[in-house]
């Protein structure tokens, strides 16, 4: 969007492209802003696996949330995608707009400056070049690379967690589960541990589970065990992987969540989980994401072109006004408010379940929906009304 707006852009990207991420399941909403850079047709011929809804579970009880059933206007379904393919075609259509991509190379100081910001930036040689640059972006994700330069990290009000994750080839037959869904399933012992299965493309699957240190680390020595282990109590997801074969090494993220004392600062704005990463329990990463960039972009533009924006105004709060919303979903997720709503069979005669698939689909910055505009209170409610 900088390039089409007339601007010189050049990305620092430490590894080299494809590489492994997890995050594999987008929502509909980052569907436009995938448009609006002009990206969306490269996703869309890129052969993902098409993803309508989420299927939450928790022993024998089940419920199912159509996102073309959403209260709000809009993309109604996305895809599940494997994220070395995924960032590959943005970083590639990046290019072919005309950016300059440059790999291999890391961050390593930081000068703010409100006209003339300053990095310096150390190849895989050993070699290091300044750059000086009129505003520069941070959308380095975990690595929070201008966070930890400027001091900029804040507690977060999360406790610490952890997942453990892999990917398997893994045969589940043809009619026994919806690949069109990410299967979300509450460990049965304990509603703190929670797992993903998110069936890609080509037979393959995600599958990870979540939860508190302590209540991970005792299924096992190492983290092979553990997941094993885990995912013996998870019921049907059990059930769905008993021919799973794994294809990659089992990895591990923890303490993942994260705050800034600031999301801007001089010459600089922080974007995605650069800035804040809150629980991968509702995919929400990559679409804070794409609504961060948008919202810098069309700031920035203003500002590089001799206006003066107001950077709190037009990018922090309303990206954090999203964010908020889904904070308040996902702390409803682990002190269980949320699972007694999806669990209790009431949202539909209640007429709610299409507000909250609005927000489980990303529709986060949607006013119209009591569920944005007042999250607790309305969740809130509906937990009474549920028992």
Not at 345 to 350: I, K, L, S
Request: hydrophobic share 40%; aromatic share 10%; glycine share 8%.
């Amino acid at each position: 969007m900088l390039v089409d707006a007339g601007f010189s852009v050049e990305v620092l990207e430490r590894v080299h492209f494809p590489r492994f991420s997890i995050g594999e399941s987008l929502l509909p909403q980052a569907m436009e802003w995938l448009a609006e850079a002009d990206l969306l047709r490269d996703v869309v011929e890129a052969g993902f696996q098409h993803k309508n809804g989420a299927i939450f579970r928790c022993g024998d009880k089940e419920e199912c949330f159509d996102f073309r059933t959403k209260s709000a206007n809009g993309w109604g379904t996305t895809f599940q995608v494997r994220r070395d393919k995924f960032d590959d075609l943005l970083a590639r259509g990046a290019v072919r707009k005309g950016a300059k991509v440059s790999f291999g190379q890391t961050v390593v100081a930081m000068q703010p400056d409100p006209v003339m910001p300053r990095l310096t930036v150390r190849d895989e040689a050993g070699a290091e070049r300044d750059i000086t640059a009129r505003f520069v972006l941070d959308a380095s994700g975990f690595g929070r690379v201008l966070a930890r330069l400027l001091d900029l990290e804040t507690p977060t009000s999360f406790p610490n967690r952890m997942s453990i994750f892999t990917h398997v080839e893994d045969n589940i037959p043809v009619r026994a589960y919806d690949r069109n869904k990410i299967l979300i399933t509450v460990n049965p012992l304990n509603n703190e541990i929670w797992y993903w299965l998110i069936p890609l493309a080509d037979g393959l699957c995600s599958m990870g589970v979540v939860g508190k240190p302590e209540h991970l680390l005792p299924y096992g020595s190492t983290r092979e065990e553990q997941l094993s282990a885990l995912v013996a109590e998870s019921g049907l997801m059990s059930e769905l992987l008993v021919n799973a074969k794994r294809v990659r090494d089992v990895g591990e993220i923890s303490g993942y969540a994260c705050r800034v004392s600031s999301l801007t600062g001089d010459g600089y704005a922080l974007l995605g989980n650069a800035g804040e990463f809150l629980d991968p329990v509702f995919s929400s990463g990559v679409t804070i994401a794409l609504k961060s960039a948008s919202l810098a972009t069309h700031t920035l533009i203003k500002q590089l072109n001799g206006e003066a924006p107001d950077w709190d105004v037009e990018f922090s709060r309303p990206l954090c006004r999203g964010v908020e919303v889904f904070r308040a979903y996902v702390s409803g997720w682990y002190d269980g408010s949320l699972q007694k709503i999806i669990f209790s069979g009431r949202t539909d005669a209640n007429q709610v379940k299409g507000m909250i698939t609005s927000v489980l689909a990303g529709y986060a910055w949607d006013e119209k929906n009591p569920f944005v505009r007042e999250p607790d209170k309305y969740l809130g409610m509906v937990k009474s009304l549920c028992g």
